[in-house]
């Protein structure tokens, strides 16, 4: 079911999709009545989301290509020294789900301080192997957060607790406030996981019946990644979770999970240095802040890794916190608040996408889907890059 909406020599950054079905795109608003919107200024605000889904879609010919992020996004791109107009994505703006099953098992997708659009590059796989991956955009955390009616909100710093910001103060508050971000977003899971089953259930939505939601996971990555892991571990909705190289600041991180849980890392090459020196590179603003962060962040990772129903952790050498995303993809400038990292980055960006896609599939495909992979239990000499087992 394959089509050729990637021909050689257009303006689409990731890699195109891998798998047997096209890809289409699009968005959605809800609002969880239930919620206040803890960032907003006024009170009676409830909490409000944007979410991308990516599907399997039929194939038909002439269909249009989605922009890799729609104009009044671009500045979240922007924000990272990145120019990203005119650039097309892997998917459909059009078309429905493909006929092929009568329904498909849903992933939702949750980023950290980004758009999902920046996470488009494993969205769009996941669709093209037959998952309905639901993205969700965490308002108050990126740059801008736009919404079909006009209305345009700005990041709040407490909404990624500071993660982007010069590190200051006792570590014990900071490290509180990481946590607290995490549940809010595991919130956020757990809402959209209700909506999704209001439109299976219903009747004028043309997703209606297509969710299989009996094999319902998550993927994050960063603080995405420990919402996703939380969420796992608080609603028995959720059959298997992945994160992507987030240190696990929540419950979830001491306490652990019962379900099956796949944890993809960067080596983290920053802990194998000296708290002094941490402290003298700026690193840290103290000794007792970058132990702490290295204990919970080690320790975190090996909790989920015992404690998960199994529990799988790789990491992939020469990869750094942003290899997960698609930004070394992506036209970066010189003097970009990336450009160390992307420096830092030793992996190819499509070996990388290539890695953490086969990890990806072979745990939902044993986990969603009962079909077993060799990969999860030895990655072989097919993967030289990929070490198992968390870090110590």
């Known amino acids: 079911m394959s089509s050729d909406l990637n021909p050689a020599g257009t303006t689409t950054p990731v890699p195109r999709p891998s798998g047997p079905f096209s890809v289409a795109r699009t968005c959605r608003e809800w609002i969880d009545p239930d919620r206040a919107e803890i960032y907003s200024a006024d009170p009676g605000d409830r909490r409000e989301l944007v979410a991308w889904i990516w ?19 671009i500045s979240v791109a922007e ?25 498909y098992p849903v992933v939702i997708m949750s980023p ?10 494993t969205a769009e796989e996941l669709a ?30 407490e909404a990624i607790a500071g993660a982007l910001g010069p590190q200051a103060g006792p570590h014990e508050e900071a490290f509180i ?18 909506r999704l089953e209001r439109i299976n259930t219903g009747s004028d939505d043309w997703l209606a019946s297509r969710l299989d939601l009996n094999r ?28 992507l190289d987030g240190a696990v600041w929540s419950e979830v991180g001491t306490a652990g999970l019962d ?54 952790t790789f990491q992939i050498q020469g990869s750094t916190h942003l290899s997960f995303m698609d930004v070394p993809f992506l036209p970066v400038r010189d003097d970009a608040p990336v450009t160390a990292m992307l420096s830092a980055t030793e992996i190819d960006p499509e070996r990388m996408w290539r890695i953490v896609g086969d990890l990806v599939l072979a745990f939902f495909a044993r986990h969603l889907g009962g079909v077993e992979s060799d990969l999860l239990d030895q990655p072989g000499p097919s993967y030289p890059e990929v070490t198992p087992g968390p870090p110590h």
């Open 259 to 312: 379900r099956p849980a796949l944890q993809v890392l960067a080596p983290h090459r920053e802990f194998a240095v000296t708290a002094e020196d941490a402290v003298k590179a700026g690193m840290a603003p103290d000794i007792a802040w970058f132990e702490a962060e290295k204990d919970i962040t080690f320790g975190g990772w090996r909790t989920v890794d015992r404690t998960a129903r199994p529990g799988y």
């Open 79 to 103: 924000l990272l020294g990145m120019n990203v107009a005119g650039l097309l994505s892997n998917a459909g703006a059009s078309g429905g789900i493909v006929d092929d099953q009568t329904s």
């Open 112 to 121: 950290s301080g980004f758009p999902p659009l920046l996470l488009s590059g």
């Open 55 to 73: 599907y399997p879609a039929g194939s038909a010919p002439g269909v249009e290509r989605a922009p890799y992020l729609p104009v009044a996004w």
């Open 128 to 157: 093209s192997h037959g998952y309905v991956v639901v993205g969700l955009n965490h308002t108050y955390e990126t740059t801008v957060t736009i919404f079909a009616d006009g209305r345009v909100l700005s990041r709040n710093p």
């Open 216 to 243: 319902l996971g998550a993927i994050g990555h960063s603080f995405g990644g420990v919402a996703a892991l939380q969420w796992c571990r608080d609603d028995p909705r959720c059959r298997a979770a992945v994160n």
């Open 177 to 194: 406030k990481r946590a607290a971000v995490c549940d809010y977003k595991a919130a956020d899971l757990r809402f959209v996981a209700d």
